[in-house]
Nanobody, 115 residues
Framework: QVQLVESGGGLVQAGGSLRLSCVVS????????MAWYRQTPGKQRELVAG???????HYADSVKGRFTISRDNAKKTVVLQMNSLKYEDTAVYYC?????????WGQGTQVTVSS
Protein backbone atom coordinates (compact mmCIF):
# COMPACT_ATOMS: atom_id res chain seq x y z
CA GLN A 1 0.00 0.00 0.00
CA VAL A 2 1.34 3.40 -1.01
CA GLN A 3 0.89 6.32 1.37
CA LEU A 4 1.84 9.98 1.03
CA VAL A 5 2.10 12.32 3.99
CA GLU A 6 2.42 16.06 3.44
CA SER A 7 3.60 18.62 5.96
CA GLY A 8 4.66 22.25 6.12
CA GLY A 9 1.50 24.15 5.33
CA GLY A 10 0.31 27.08 7.39
CA LEU A 11 -0.46 30.77 7.48
CA VAL A 12 2.03 33.27 6.08
CA GLN A 13 1.97 36.90 5.04
CA ALA A 14 2.25 37.88 1.41
CA GLY A 15 5.89 37.94 0.38
CA GLY A 16 6.80 35.22 2.84
CA SER A 17 7.96 31.65 2.33
CA LEU A 18 6.84 28.15 3.16
CA ARG A 19 8.37 24.74 2.58
CA LEU A 20 6.14 21.76 1.91
CA SER A 21 7.38 18.21 2.27
CA CYS A 22 5.88 14.92 1.15
CA VAL A 23 7.12 11.51 2.23
CA VAL A 24 6.10 8.44 0.27
CA SER A 25 5.97 5.02 1.87
CA UNK A 26 5.04 1.60 0.56
CA UNK A 27 5.84 -0.45 -2.50
CA UNK A 28 6.72 2.15 -5.07
CA UNK A 29 9.85 2.80 -7.06
CA UNK A 30 11.95 5.67 -5.77
CA UNK A 31 12.33 7.27 -9.21
CA UNK A 32 8.66 7.62 -10.11
CA UNK A 33 7.34 10.99 -11.27
CA MET A 34 6.16 13.18 -8.42
CA ALA A 35 4.26 16.44 -8.38
CA TRP A 36 2.50 19.07 -6.32
CA TYR A 37 -1.01 20.20 -7.11
CA ARG A 38 -3.28 22.72 -5.46
CA GLN A 39 -6.99 23.28 -5.22
CA THR A 40 -9.29 26.06 -4.07
CA PRO A 41 -13.01 25.71 -3.39
CA GLY A 42 -15.06 25.44 -6.54
CA LYS A 43 -12.06 25.01 -8.81
CA GLN A 44 -10.33 22.04 -10.36
CA ARG A 45 -7.10 20.76 -8.92
CA GLU A 46 -4.21 22.30 -10.84
CA LEU A 47 -0.62 21.28 -11.36
CA VAL A 48 1.88 23.48 -9.54
CA ALA A 49 5.16 21.69 -10.21
CA GLY A 50 6.38 18.27 -11.26
CA UNK A 51 9.67 16.42 -11.09
CA UNK A 52 10.84 13.25 -12.82
CA UNK A 53 13.17 10.64 -11.42
CA UNK A 54 16.13 12.18 -13.21
CA UNK A 55 15.45 15.53 -11.54
CA UNK A 56 13.98 17.35 -14.53
CA UNK A 57 11.26 19.77 -13.49
CA HIS A 58 8.34 21.74 -14.86
CA TYR A 59 6.25 24.49 -13.33
CA ALA A 60 2.96 26.26 -13.80
CA ASP A 61 3.53 29.70 -15.29
CA SER A 62 2.00 31.29 -12.20
CA VAL A 63 4.75 29.97 -9.92
CA LYS A 64 7.82 30.07 -12.15
CA GLY A 65 10.67 31.89 -10.49
CA ARG A 66 9.02 31.70 -7.07
CA PHE A 67 8.59 27.98 -6.34
CA THR A 68 11.19 25.23 -6.50
CA ILE A 69 10.49 21.51 -6.49
CA SER A 70 13.13 19.00 -5.47
CA ARG A 71 13.33 15.36 -4.48
CA ASP A 72 15.41 12.92 -2.50
CA ASN A 73 15.02 9.54 -4.17
CA ALA A 74 16.70 7.63 -1.37
CA LYS A 75 14.19 9.03 1.11
CA LYS A 76 11.22 8.99 -1.30
CA THR A 77 10.63 12.63 -0.46
CA VAL A 78 9.58 15.59 -2.56
CA VAL A 79 9.82 19.18 -1.38
CA LEU A 80 8.18 22.35 -2.63
CA GLN A 81 9.95 25.54 -1.60
CA MET A 82 7.58 28.45 -2.01
CA ASN A 83 8.96 31.98 -1.93
CA SER A 84 7.42 35.40 -2.57
CA LEU A 85 4.01 33.97 -1.76
CA LYS A 86 0.95 35.78 -3.02
CA TYR A 87 -2.63 35.84 -1.78
CA GLU A 88 -3.65 33.85 -4.85
CA ASP A 89 -1.36 30.99 -3.79
CA THR A 90 -3.84 30.23 -1.01
CA ALA A 91 -5.06 26.66 -1.53
CA VAL A 92 -4.89 23.11 -0.31
CA TYR A 93 -1.70 21.61 -1.69
CA TYR A 94 -1.53 17.94 -2.60
CA CYS A 95 1.41 15.67 -3.33
CA UNK A 96 1.11 13.02 -6.02
CA UNK A 97 3.27 10.10 -7.11
CA UNK A 98 2.59 8.11 -10.27
CA UNK A 99 3.41 4.58 -11.34
CA UNK A 100 2.02 1.94 -13.67
CA UNK A 101 -0.79 1.27 -11.23
CA UNK A 102 -2.04 4.83 -11.30
CA UNK A 103 -1.71 7.97 -9.22
CA UNK A 104 -1.43 8.16 -5.47
CA TRP A 105 -2.35 11.29 -3.52
CA GLY A 106 -1.67 12.69 -0.11
CA GLN A 107 -4.34 14.10 2.17
CA GLY A 108 -3.42 17.71 1.42
CA THR A 109 -2.01 20.55 3.46
CA GLN A 110 -3.55 24.01 3.73
CA VAL A 111 -1.53 27.04 2.68
CA THR A 112 -3.04 30.41 3.53
CA VAL A 113 -1.41 33.65 2.43
CA SER A 114 -2.69 36.81 4.02
CA SER A 115 -2.63 39.98 1.99
Amino acid sequence: QVQLVESGGGLVQAGGSLRLSCVVSGSIFSFNPMAWYRQTPGKQRELVAGILGDGSTHYADSVKGRFTISRDNAKKTVVLQMNSLKYEDTAVYYCKVSDGGGDYWGQGTQVTVSS
